[in-house]
């Protein structure tokens, strides 16, 4: 029902939009998760092996 209405095509443009935006962000996400997880534990770990 949804597909043949003029509205259901452009939602599914969009979706297909919307699939490339959240990858995007799913890479910038991604990429501060890995310079947190670089530069935060290390930090945590150095402290406890100092004592």
Do not use: C, D, W
């Amino acid at each position: 029902m949804i597909e043949n209405s003029p509205s259901g095509l452009i939602f599914i443009k969009y979706e297909q939009v919307e699939k490339k935006t959240v990858t995007l962000l799913f890479f910038i996400l991604n990429h501060y998760a890995l310079m947190l997880r670089y530069f935060i534990l290390p930090k945590k770990n150095q402290r406890y092996a100092n004592g």
